[in-house]
């Protein structure tokens, strides 16, 4: 039977005991980002610190998990080490679907725990598991012993920390079944506050499905538009990748620290050059049919007479841009090599990237010295990339340790601001212009998904301020309703508003189907809301000055338009949701 009411598990981490609270607001909130928000401002701290043990790690899921396709995504909530302030971030992998199948809408993970614990959860069963013999094993071999320790593959769930999320670095991912993430704002390193090495999901239960003849009839006609169409082919194809030619065809794909915006040696690094002498197979998220997740191989020479030891690397758009064309490397392989050690390292591969091309060209004009890098940093050195995201995760010294809180820090106390990529945290791979830019900087989770901002430059050459703004908040409250199902953004082009009203009402949401917009409108508000409460001020934002001096096919960015574009936008932002206290 279809709740009106969240099922949410609330675990002190101090006492080991937890209790399940049925919280109110389904109708207003829907689920995902709307109910990671609603239970952030039920159990969260807003004048306390990110590492204050009572501050809440949270894990919320949405109405149609489990119901449909490509509602597989999970929203982590938590105030986050980077700014101090409220935070999202969204993974795939199985920990949708465990949760469905463990009768739960929400987990709530509050207090420290003693010693280090894997904290595990299933329908009828929680137990904290003292596992201090992993601390200090990166993500792949905590993986293995993780998943000899908790069986029920499939349905199971393993969340899990590297070395950077205990060493708290503010670029600490939480891994997702080895090839997903919780990658930005530092979701790691909450959990590592809280000595959580693991969480594990075990989905050990069941839930309805409709009866009738209405529910598997819809399911069916999505399940073709998703397969038998060609509107997801491009995700299942190559995927992302496509984007690292086309991009750098536009003029748009930043290469050593967005000092370029295109490069001829892309052909080394586009997603065809790594599905034809790369790729090993295609994996898709629990309940997805399309199979995005590329996984390519980095191999490791063990012996001399040729015998290689090869690991299994996810590949994407992004983690291409992040080690690949912002550090200069051209090479598939040497990517791989990369991201497969930021991903043992337990790092967010965009933050990590972007912060060693920072350190790179700051070694080159002097700013800092090889002292402080411990290693000659070069574009385009690969090797010296590798041990570099080591020292990052560990936090090898003082410069590493200031690097790894975000890359404005670093540069707050060295110099070289003006090169610094950060956009609220540090960019994304679209180097479009002017409203990509302002949408990233003052987006909700500084995110590049947060609005169609790269797309917005890629179709509009004029400078209209009014129209851009209006474009980026109607479009933001679109998709914070879709993070709240919590649909695949991939799959924004199928799940319009027409269809998504369509699956609730098929599964018993009807006030969520009839009022998708004032819905949509009260989640984008309630979000900005405790975005603001905790701290953050949109007129305070600044754009480096590295951003006016990229020229993109448009021709060289407009410094005078990105600076109104901030301005409104941020204007926007503080009429949409004033600042209100709580708790």
């Known amino acids: 039977m279809i709740r009106d009411y969240f099922r949410v598990l609330v675990v002190d981490l101090a006492t080991g005991k937890g209790k399940v609270a049925n919280v109110p607001g389904r109708d207003e909130v829907a689920g995902g980002s709307g109910l990671g928000a609603l239970l952030f401002t039920k159990y969260g701290k807003a004048d306390r610190p990110w590492d204050d043990p009572e501050q809440p790690v949270i894990f919320a899921i949405g109405p149609l998990t489990g119901y449909f396709p490509l509602m597989s995504k999970t929203v982590a909530a938590f105030k986050s080490p980077y700014h101090d302030q409220y935070a999202e971030s969204h993974a795939g ?13 929400g987990l709530v993970l509050t207090g420290r725990a003693p010693r280090p614990v894997a904290v595990v959860v299933g329908s009828r069963h929680l137990e904290l598991k003292e596992v201090h013999y992993l601390w200090g094993l ?12 908790f069986k029920g593959s499939g349905h199971r769930s393993i969340l899990r920390i590297g070395p950077a999320g205990e060493n708290k670095s503010a670029m600490a991912g939480i891994n997702v079944d080895t090839y997903r993430h919780f990658g930005r704002l530092g979701g790691g390193a909450a959990l590592g506050a809280k000595n959580v090495k693991a969480v594990v999901i075990i989905g050990d239960g069941s839930f309805p499905l409709m009866e009738g003849k209405d529910y598997p009839k819809l399911f069916e006609a999505v399940y073709r538009k998703l397969t038998a169409t060609d509107m997801m082919q491009k995700y299942h194809n190559l995927g992302t990748p496509a984007n690292v ?37 295609n994996a898709a998220c629990a309940g997805c049919p399309v199979g995005c997740i590329h996984i390519g191989f980095s191999r490791e ?17 992004e983690p291409i841009f992040a080690t690949g064309s912002m550090l200069g490397v051209s090479d598939c392989f040497a990517v791989l090599d990369i991201i ?9 591969v965009m933050s990590a990237g972007v912060a060693l091309a920072w350190a790179t060209e700051a070694l080159e004009k002097g700013i ?21 995201v080591r020292h990052l995760a560990y936090g090898a010294n003082d410069f590493y340790r200031l690097l ?8 707050a106390h060295h110099g070289g601001a003006d090169f610094a990529c950060v956009l609220g945290q540090e960019m994304a791979g679209y180097a479009t212009g002017e409203v990509f830019f302002t949408s990233q900087a003052l987006g909700l989770r500084h995110s590049h998904l947060d609005s169609a901002g790269y797309s917005y430059d890629q179709t509009h050459r004029d400078k209209d301020v009014g129209q851009a703004v209006d474009f980026l908040i109607s479009d933001e409250a679109s998709r914070a309703f879709l993070t709240s199902m919590v649909a695949c953004l991939f799959a924004r082009g199928v799940y319009n508003e027409e269809l998504l009203a369509e699956c609730l009402q098929s599964v018993g949401y009807g006030a969520l189907a009839d009022n998708i917009g004032a819905v949509s409108g009260n989640i984008q508000k309630l979000r900005w809301q405790t975005r603001l409460t905790t701290g953050f001020n949109p007129a305070g934002v600044s ?9 993109t096919r448009k021709g060289k960015v407009d410094g005078e338009f990105l600076t109104a574009l901030k301005d409104a936008y941020a204007q926007c932002i503080r009429e949409l949701a004033p600042r209100k206290d709580h708790p």
């Not at 001829?264 to 002498?277: K, W």
């Not at 497969?340 to 967010?348: A, C, F, I, T």
């Open 404 to 411: 790894a809180q975000g890359t404005l820090r670093a540069a």
């Open 543 to 551: 754009i480096p000055k590295r951003f006016t001096e990229v020229t």
């Open 301 to 317: 020479r063990f012996h001399a007479d040729y015998r290689y030891f090869y690991r299994q690397v996810s590949y994407d758009h």
């Open 93 to 105: 992998g199985r920990s949708a679907l465990a949760l469905r199948f463990a009768d739960l809408d």
């Open 340 to 348: 497969d050690v930021v991903e043992q390292m337990g790092l967010d």
């Open 138 to 149: 990166d993500v792949q071999e905590s993986g293995k012993l993780l998943r000899r320790m």
């Open 368 to 388: 800092v010295t090889e002292n402080e890098t411990l290693l000659p940093l070069k574009f385009g050195d690969h090797n010296t990339y590798e041990m570099a």
């Open 245 to 281: 030619a086309i991009l750098n065809e536009q003029k748009a794909l930043p290469w050593r620290n967005l000092q370029a915006t295109t490069d001829p040696n892309v052909h080394g690094i586009t997603g065809e050059r790594f599905a034809e002498t790369a790729l090993l197979r």
